[in-house]
């Protein structure tokens, strides 16, 4: 591998990962997951304020909802970069094997 190559990777990884975490229904699968997580973890850790004269810390109930979400979105963003470096692979043995066989 080139040097440019080696570059070039985290890169591309990168580009990717962002674009698997905009698209193909990550949002939504996180915001439906954080709106329920988020949800049970504000009652859990601001039930005073919920229920009686305590003041609602309202960054506390913001970050509440946002680290499930971010979770959800990296853990789906790791498994589709996971299967796509799986499926690379895998297309890259096929075309191994078939130079192979040609070469006979």
């Not at 080696?6 to 699968?29: K, M, Y």
């Not at 979105?73 to 096929?94: G, H, I, M, P």
Request: glycine share 4%; net charge neutral.
């Amino acid at each position: 591998m080139s040097f440019i190559q080696i570059l070039r990777t985290p890169a591309r990884g990168c580009r990717e990962a962002c674009e698997l975490a905009v698209g193909h229904g990550t949002p939504r699968r996180a915001a439906k997951l954080a709106a329920v997580v988020g949800t049970l973890l504000v009652l859990i850790n601001q039930w005073e304020a919920v229920t009686g004269p305590a003041s609602m810390d309202w960054l506390k109930v913001a970050l509440t909802y946002c680290v499930p979400y971010l979770v959800s979105t990296y853990t789906s963003v790791s498994k589709d970069l996971t299967l796509l470096r799986e499926a690379e692979a895998a297309e890259q043995t096929v075309h191994e094997e078939a130079r192979k066989i040609q070469m006979q």
